[in-house]
């Protein structure tokens, strides 16, 4: 009875677990719950328990004997998920019975990557204190300072690089670096920080990409003005032969166009800038037309 299994592979300890009831698991652990008994994904009763980030429940079955690194069917172990549910006390309890710091998880996320991730800088900064190593990335190349930039966790941004985080790491497939996913997401306040920090303005891609031709192509105007007065470059091409000008233009990002035409070094590049332009112009909106072909006029100016 007390270790009976539903349909699911719950069991009455995994249920009073998931709830918080610290008694009633206290009760089923004294008659002989099993401990480490999972449901049929693979997630144990102190699994649930980091979820919920209830630390009684979390200290009763770790007495009891729960294996704290049980992974689910789908490789989530109990640190990672009170890492990515934002519960400190839980994860400080995890630590204290001796679960590394650095454990990596699925996918090689280490808990400083899933809390900078997910915006948690108190978590950051409990592991960085207990000695997280701060550029280790996941099987993708993405550190954790990368992570931070992609959702603009400005706050979190900060103190990896105060911390000693390494701002032009790129160990991604595709050479990318945290400045570039920062100006792609359009976070201004976290191209700014990295910027303060010596990230390199026009690092390119494997791909010829400069953070520059990423906010410029998803119309992030404040970013790429931002990134100009640092020193970007626009007429850097990618490998394709596209400059960030030509880009924001195809994609009809009218402020974007003109805080580009507004740079000083702003020119052609070749006559395929220019037609990528007039195709541009030829897919606006009626309501878009007349503004885009203003801008073409400037452009033309700058020819001669």
Same mark, same amino acid.
């Given at each position: 009875m007390t270790n009976y299994q539903k349909k699911d592979g719950r069991t009455p300890l995994f249920g009073a677990s998931f709830n918080g009831h610290a008694e009633v698991v206290r009760l089923l652990l004294e008659r002989g719950a099993g401990v480490n008994i999972c449901d049929k994904d693979g997630f144990s009763p102190v699994f649930v328990a980091c979820q919920k980030g209830d630390t009684d429940v979390v200290d009763l079955l770790v007495t009891a004997g729960a294996d704290i690194h049980l992974a689910s069917k789908f490789l989530i172990v109990p640190l990672e998920i009170a890492v990515d549910s934002g519960h400190i006390e839980t994860v400080q309890r995890l630590l204290e019975t001796g679960v590394p710091v650095d454990y990596q998880c699925r996918g090689g996320r280490t808990p400083l990557f899933c809390a900078s991730l997910g915006g948690h800088v108190t978590i950051v900064r409990l592991l960085l204190e207990q000695g997280a190593g701060i550029n280790i990335c996941d099987e993708g190349g993405?550190?954790?300072?990368?992570?931070?930039?992609? !959702? #603009?966790? $400005?706050?979190v941004v900060?103190?990896?690089?105060?911390?000693? &985080?390494? %701002?032009?790491?790129?160990?991604?497939?595709?050479?990318?670096?945290?400045?570039?996913?920062?100006?792609?997401n359009g976070h201004t306040e976290a191209v700014q920080v990295l910027l303060e920090a010596g990230a390199t303005v026009n690092?390119?891609?494997? !791909? #010829?990409? $400069?953070?520059?031709?990423?906010?410029?192509?998803?119309?992030? &105007?404040? %970013?790429v003005r931002l990134l100009l007065e640092k020193g970007a470059n626009s007429n850097i091409a990618d490998k394709y032969d596209r400059l960030p000008l030509g880009i924001a233009a195809e994609m009809g990002h009218t402020d974007t166009v003109q805080r580009l035409l507004e740079a000083d070094d702003t020119v052609f590049h070749q006559s395929k800038t220019v037609s990528a332009l007039h195709s541009s112009v030829k897919k606006q909106r009626s309501k878009d037309y007349e503004s885009t072909s203003i801008q073409l006029e400037s452009i033309a100016h700058l020819k001669n």
């Open positions: 993405f550190s954790p300072v990368y992570a931070a930039c992609q !959702e #603009g966790h $400005t706050d900060d103190l990896l690089i105060q911390s000693g &985080a390494d %701002v032009n790491l790129s160990t991604t497939e595709c050479g990318s670096v945290p400045l570039e996913v920062a100006a792609e690092h390119q891609n494997k !791909e #010829g990409k $400069t953070p520059l031709h990423s906010a410029s192509a998803e119309g992030h &105007a404040e %970013v």
